[in-house]
T-cell receptor, first 112, second 114 residues
């Protein structure tokens, strides 16, 4: 069975500091990984995805993630965060080509 | 904006009632998936519809049912509402099924069951 673990429920950080949001997955089959962002009272917006190819994936808003098969990780990074990055971030794995399995989310709080 | 729309945005129902939520998929997408997001949790897969047929189902009871129409819009119906059904219901559309496709989400419908 596939599952996703986001170990950090909350990550506080000051503006312009770097941030890493951790995601680990378990899967016995091919892995397709996604990061979504959810702003307050909104739906999910796709940040980036790994389907195949280069293990370093660049997304919107300056975010990037690296697929590490040996460590079964897909951590999200940004070198310098802004106040507007404050949101809930969800890592997800696509299972059986139909359903996304999500982690429990990480709340990124950016302080001035 | 993903082009996926949902209605209504908010809804209040009482226990035992029935509810219908609606989703219009992004232009050109023929697959719609529904998710339930309880407060403080990640979304949970309910089911997926592809060309008007159910294409996969998560661990939800039969009182959660759905439809997809020829224009690929979709409905989620929940019968005999329970307090624990209070959640944000998200639909996502994608291009095709049986392929690795990205799912694009709508803004959600927030359901409160009293």
């Amino acid at each position: 069975a596939q599952s996703v673990t986001q170990l950090d429920s909350q990550v506080p950080v000051f503006e312009e500091a770097p941030v890493e949001l951790r995601c680990n997955y378990s899967s016995s089959v091919s892995v397709y990984l996604f990061w979504y962002v959810q702003y307050p009272n909104q739906g999910l917006q796709l940040l980036l995805k790994y389907l195949s190819g280069s293990t370093l994936v660049k997304g919107i808003n300056g975010f990037e993630a690296e697929f590490n098969k040996s460590q079964t990780s897909f951590h999200l990074r940004k070198p310098s965060v802004h106040i507007s990055d404050t949101a809930e971030y969800f890592c997800a794995v696509l299972y059986n080509t139909d359903k996304l399995i999500f982690g429990t989310g990480t709340r990124l709080q950016v302080f001035p | 904006e993903t082009g996926v729309t949902q209605s209504p945005t908010h809804l209040i129902k009482t226990r035992g009632q029935q509810v219908t939520l609606r989703c219009s998929s992004q232009s050109g997408h023929n697959t719609v998936s529904w998710y339930q997001q309880a407060l403080g949790q990640g979304p949970q897969f309910i089911f997926q519809y592809y060309r008007e047929e159910e294409n996969g189902r998560g661990n939800f009871p039969p009182r959660f049912s759905g439809l997809q129409f020829p224009n690929y819009s979709s409905e989620l119906n929940v019968n005999a509402l329970e307090l624990d059904d209070s959640a944000l219901y998200l639909c996502a559309s994608s291009l095709g099924a049986g392929e690795v496709e990205t799912q694009y989400f709508g803004p959600g419908t927030r359901l409160l069951v009293l």
